[in-house]
């Protein structure tokens, strides 16, 4: 059975036990460590190959404490790591052979806890062209496609930064409900004309000589990127009608 880090999905309630567990269950049970996951979402990592729950007579799936300890881990490993599925399946399914399999390492990589983020090693806040085509499971011509739509740009030096790491992970997941890079050219507007209103807010204290104040205005940037965040999300559940994690 694949190891969880102590406090883990893996280690709560749904490994306690040896009985079967629904999949509102299991949704509890990974809630406290990933408060984003949904039914939809543990049902698209079964379609992608990520577990295999059991199924009753008239279809309801069942899920062992292993199924679970394994979503902790792709969870985990998407949250932390920006790993696309492909290479999450192969490193737990080289792991579940018993071999020593070593996690890639791209982008930035996060502490298991709410606290400041740190490098697992050296940090890297910029990838290479073909590290990013790996971590995101893509092509020349994808990422060639999702430029021209200014989804992703590279760094003057040819690189990129982590972020786009992530960018690219989350366009590729999203073209696998039909959803094409052309259809996300008003996110990436949306997201423009955001940045913009938070850039005017802090714009005097980031021109401003002393550093604290400096050191103020990216605070204040960071919080209000998280407020528009959040704002724009509560925008889209209503928008929608529907009720979101």
Do not use: C
């Amino acid at each position: 059975m694949l190891q969880t880090p102590s406090g883990g999905a893996g280690s709560g309630t749904a490994a306690r036990g040896s009985e079967l567990m629904s999949i509102g269950s299991v949704l509890s049970a990974l809630r406290d460590e990933f408060p984003e996951v949904t039914i939809s979402k543990i049902r698209f990592l079964e379609s992608e190959g990520l577990i295999e729950p059991q199924r009753t007579p008239s279809g309801y799936r069942k899920f062992s404490a292993g199924d679970v300890e394994r979503l902790g881990h792709v969870l985990r490993m998407q949250r932390d790591h920006y790993l696309p599925l492909r290479v999450i399946r192969e490193h737990l399914d080289a792991m579940e052979r018993g071999e020593a399999a070593q996690l890639p390492v791209v982008g930035r990589q996060r502490t298991g806890d709410d606290g400041p983020e740190r490098a697992e090693g050296p940090a890297v806040a910029r990838v290479g062209r073909d590290q990013l085509l790996a971590a995101a499971g893509i092509d020349e011509g994808q990422l060639a496609e999702w430029q021209s739509y200014g989804l992703i740009a590279p760094l003057e030096d040819g690189a990129y930064d982590a972020e786009a790491v992530t960018v690219a992970s989350l366009v590729a997941e999203l073209g696998r409900f039909g959803i094409e890079p052309r259809h996300l050219r008003v996110m990436k507007a949306a997201a423009d004309r955001e940045a913009g209103l938070v850039d005017q807010v802090v714009a005097p204290l980031k021109r401003h000589r002393n550093p604290q104040t400096r050191a103020i205005a990216e605070a204040r940037t960071k919080e209000l990127a998280a407020l528009t965040v959040k704002l724009h999300t509560a925008l889209v559940k209503t928008a929608l009608g529907v009720r979101l994690p």
